[in-house]
């Protein structure tokens, strides 16, 4: 085996993907969320899944969790639960997007009140966090205004740097803040943390505990999301991904399926900067939604297309590549690339999982251990979770 794929192993090996603990309820759109049968009913439910994904994958040890969809009155026994099932509870995901009163803004708003309430909403999330070991909080701002005029953009950012600071301030030393931007919806005039440029201007001001989440699904089209992912790295400010795709908004489709193309330039640049190695810090992180398809299955499938576009930006010839770039090789630097992209990776990656004594294809293993038909039968009765559900 050339050396070369001895070290893209060694890499893939320590590859782990964070899944979100919201995948496995129901979701859906304005127009229709589709209930499934098997789904989870509860955040103890929800780490079974996850459990099984990791299980068949060997590369997903992580959940993350959202406050308050995945509300319990002992997070120590959630935390006990994830162990027993042999993963871990990752970011703490704030909302603030379903209470009337942050209509008009939360950590923006106006009213002192309003603001003070979406901060102490931070507190319970650092709780949960010092409560199950994590230790990132993520937080999405969905602030924003519908019409020119409505509010002083200038004005929003400057109580939204405070709210931060005040967020900030209750973090332990351990503790990280990734904080996700997001260029439209729920308003769709001016977003306030809109871009990658916005997250990392509040970012820097904040502190080192401060990093910046890019959402595949979070950019305009023609966006060219490796060139951030570059910056960001660059400027040591990255410091997670949600990783999804989409083929017109905010779709949150598996990862992969609509782009696979863009997932692997996106790697490529994790490659290129040495950002996949657990020691970068960059939290690898799914956020995905599963409205018609069965969610383990659909998450089995999403850690597999990580997988392999990581295996296919390992291969890449970095010494060739570097050459032909120095050259003004155009076609050659861009047929190095293309050369990895064009690779199957998939008998690599059950070498992989061979390695760690799992199936070669982790998504027809799950299918013949009739799990899915197991839960079906026996999660009767009780709510299924989901979206506002
Ligand atoms: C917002 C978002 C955010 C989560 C939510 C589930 O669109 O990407 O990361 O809070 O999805
Ligand atoms: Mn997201």
């Known amino acids: 085996m050339t050396e070369h794929r ?30 499934q049968p098997g789904v989870a009913r509860d955040p103890f439910e929800k780490l079974e899944d996850a459990a099984q994904v990791h299980r068949y994958t060997g590369a997903a040890p992580r959940v993350s969790l959202h406050i308050p969809w995945d509300l ?17 509870i990752g970011a703490i995901n704030s909302n603030l997007f379903q209470d009337d009163e942050y209509k008009l803004g939360s950590l923006t708003s106006a009213d002192p009140a309003i603001r003070r309430r ?14 199950t070991g994590s230790t990132d909080l993520k937080i999405w701002l969905p602030d924003g205004t519908n019409y020119p005029g409505q509010d002083d953009l200038r004005a929003r950012q400057d109580r939204l740097a405070d709210s931060l600071q005040q967020v900030y301030a209750m973090l332990d030393p351990q503790h ?9 919806e729920p308003y769709f005039y001016a977003m306030d943390i809109p871009d990658w440029g916005t997250s990392l201007v509040h970012c820097l001001a904040l502190g080192e505990q401060a990093t910046v989440v890019l959402d595949t699904g979070h950019h305009a089209p ?31 489709l598996i990862v992969g399926s609509a782009d696979p193309f863009q997932l692997f330039r996106i790697m490529n640049e994790i490659v290129a900067q040495d950002a996949h190695r657990p020691e970068s810090g960059v939290n690898f992180m799914l956020d995905q939604c599963h409205n ?57 990656l059950a070498e992989l ?13 799950y299918a013949r251990s009739g799990h899915q038909e197991r839960i079906a039968r026996e999660r009767v009765g009780g709510q299924q979770a989901g979206w506002g559900a």
């Open 6 to 35: 001895t070290r893209a192993l060694a890499a893939l090996a320590e590859q782990t993907i964070e899944l979100p603990s919201w995948a496995f309820g129901n979701s859906g759109t304005r127009f229709k969320v589709f209930g």
């Open 72 to 88: 319990v009155d002992d997070y120590g026994k959630l935390a006990a639960h994830a162990a027993d099932l042999g993963v871990s």
């Open 118 to 131: 979406a901060v102490e909403h931070h507190a319970q999330c650092i709780e949960v966090m010092r409560q």
């Open 176 to 184: 990280r803040i990734l904080l996700e931007y997001k260029f439209f």
């Open 222 to 252: 023609g966006t060219n999301i490796e060139f951030i992912v570059m910056q960001l790295l660059r400027v040591g400010r990255l410091g997670a991904f949600d990783f999804n795709s989409r083929n017109y908004a905010d779709d949150d």
């Open 292 to 348: 018609i398809e069965p969610k383990i299955p659909g998450q089995i499938r999403s850690v597999m297309n990580v997988q392999e576009a990581t295996a296919k930006a390992l291969l890449v010839d970095r010494a060739a590549l570097r050459e032909a770039q120095l050259a003004g090789d155009v076609l050659g630097a861009h047929g190095v690339l293309m050369d990895a992209y064009s690779t199957d990776v998939r008998p690599l």
């Open 353 to 365: 999982r061979a390695s760690k004594g799992l199936a070669p294809d982790p998504y027809a293993a």
